[in-house]
T-cell receptor, first 115, second 113 residues
Framework: EAQVTQNPRYLITVTGKKLTVTCSQN?????MSWYRQDPGLGLRQIYY???????DKGDVPEGYKVSRKEKRNFPLILESPSPNQTSLYFC??????????????FGDGTRLSIL | KQEVTQIPAALSVPEGENLVLNCSFT??????LQWFRQDPGKGLTSLLL?????REQTSGRLNASLDKSSGRSTLYIAASQPGDSATYLC????????????FGTGTRLTVIP
């Protein structure tokens, strides 16, 4: 089954404790992306990757890092989490960049609470 | 910068009614527009994608239209069912690449049995 898998689904942690949210897709997609969703603000893009070893900032990249060492994985790293990063996070993937007719596939989300 | 607006933020209708959800965007230079459905505790599911050259797309009881010149899209749901209850989001690509998306804040739909 084609899917985007995020782990963990839920995490409560404390300020300053480094954490990683993993994202894996089994569709051989080149493009992957991270969004955060906050009430009243909708989904905002954090980082995206056009292909292996190619990453770029989205609209709200501050406080986050990503890496794309393999095509299927795109982890989101919070080196020193702060309470304002409490949010619902989504990973997404889609086929080759530059095509305008390919819908994106989303994971089920990761709810992070930073105390 | 592109802005995407969805009105109303919430909508309740009795089962069986036809309904229309609205999406407006400020920059008409878009590659496509997507409508997504989000269920509580779940990710987003793509419902329909309309390319910039198209005016509408249909899938089952869903019909999405696109009017680029006026910066508007509508999602029409026919004969609504309780299972249609969810949040509906529209999204358009940014100018930096067809894959990066700007999302509206969504319309939360409740269909009352």
């Amino acid at each position: 089954e084609a899917q985007v898998t995020q782990n963990p689904r839920y995490l409560i942690t404390v300020t300053g404790k480094k954490l990683t949210v993993t994202c894996s897709q089994n569709m051989n997609h080149e493009y992957m992306s991270w969004y955060r969703q906050d009430p009243g603000l909708g989904l905002r893009q954090i980082y995206y990757s056009m292909n292996v070893e190619v990453t770029d900032k989205g609209d709200v990249p501050e406080g986050y890092k990503v890496s794309r060492k393999e095509k299927r994985n795109f982890p989101l790293i919070l080196e020193s989490p702060s309470p304002n990063q409490t949010s619902l996070y989504f990973c997404a993937s889609s086929p080759r960049t530059g095509l305008s007719n390919q819908p994106q596939h989303f994971g089920d989300g990761t709810r992070l609470s930073i105390l | 910068k592109q802005e995407v607006t969805q009105i109303p933020a919430a909508l309740s209708v009795p089962e069986g009614e036809n309904l229309v959800l609205n999406c407006s965007f400020t920059d008409s230079a878009i590659y496509n527009l997507q409508w997504f459905r989000q269920d509580p505790g779940k990710g987003l599911t793509s419902l329909l994608l309309i390319q910039s050259s198209q005016r509408e797309q249909t899938s089952g009881r869903l019909n999405a239209s696109l009017d680029k010149s006026s910066g508007r899209s509508t999602l029409y749901i026919a004969a609504s069912q309780p299972g249609d209850s969810a949040t509906y989001l529209c999204a358009v690509p940014t100018q930096t690449g067809a894959n990066n998306l700007f999302f509206g804040t969504g319309t939360r739909l409740t269909v009352i049995p």
